[in-house]
């Protein structure tokens, strides 16, 4: 490194714990990134596996591995910009897509903290808008992001639970349609992490979540993912479980 100054990226990364979400909600349990990126990731692999061992029959079939990659680096730019409330993020299109320049401007940042050798390796898992990328980054596009291929049109909202995007559409490529399904399968996971979080905050007598519940258990039912839809039927219902509940053995019958 320069001057033999360290490697600063993993050091911001340790910070996501200090980033805390639904900032303009009554929480009766906090949430910070770090923990919201571990249930994402979990969610994430959860739902590619599912896919895989219940409907192998379907295209893509993303990397289970890759997808923990996506879902961990989804929400990284956060550190840099903070949780940005929903109202305030999607008050109009010129807000969201300045914002969006923001969190691009922040990958970047955090992509730059990276010697050169590995900027190339992580830049891929980074959600990030080509188009909007810093001047002054080190970053080269054509380099740097050539193996990710989702292109900024699919990319140009961070993935978050709280967003309304939905990517519908599939380059006929199968690298791209692979790329773009393993974002889409990240957003999933994303929106069920909220969804469960809505669970949790209800389940201890706060409603203050039920709003947010009941719109983002729509948007769960009419998504069309045949391993999202498996999740919704045979895991969801889990978490309204106590832990005395939760430690009864699986019946014979298989799921």
Not at 117 to 126: G, I, N, T
Request: proline share 4%.
């Amino acid at each position: 490194m320069k001057n033999n100054y360290p490697v600063t990226f993993f050091a911001m990364l340790y910070r996501m714990k200090y980033i805390e979400r639904w900032g303009l909600m009554r929480n009766t349990e906090k949430e910070n990134l770090k923990e919201h990126t571990f249930d994402v990731a979990l969610l994430a692999h959860a739902l590619c596996e599912i896919r895989q061992a219940y409907f192998p029959e379907e295209q893509p079939q993303p990397d289970p591995g890759k997808v923990v990659l996506y879902a961990i680096y989804h929400d990284a730019s956060e550190i840099i910009t903070g949780d940005m409330p929903t109202p305030v993020k999607y008050f109009n299109s010129q807000m969201r897509t300045q914002y969006s320049k923001v969190e691009n401007y922040a990958i970047v940042h955090l992509l730059n903290m990276l010697p050169e050798k590995l900027q190339q390796r992580y830049a891929e898992y980074f959600p990030c808008d080509l188009n909007n990328l810093s001047n002054n980054s080190n970053l080269k596009q054509n380099e740097i992001f050539s193996t990710n291929s989702v292109s900024s049109a699919d990319n140009s909202n961070s993935v978050d639970a709280e967003v309304d995007v939905e990517i519908t559409e599939f380059s006929e490529d199968s690298l791209i349609f692979e790329e773009n399904y393993l974002q889409k399968m990240v957003k999933e996971a994303d929106r069920l992490a909220a969804y469960i979080k809505c669970i949790i905050e209800i389940k201890q007598g706060n409603t203050e979540f039920v709003d947010a519940a009941e719109a983002t258990k729509a948007k769960l039912i009419n998504d069309s993912s045949p391993e999202l839809q498996w999740f919704l039927e045979n895991i969801l219902p889990a978490y309204q479980l106590n832990l005395d509940q939760l430690q009864v053995s699986q019946t014979e019958e298989s799921i």
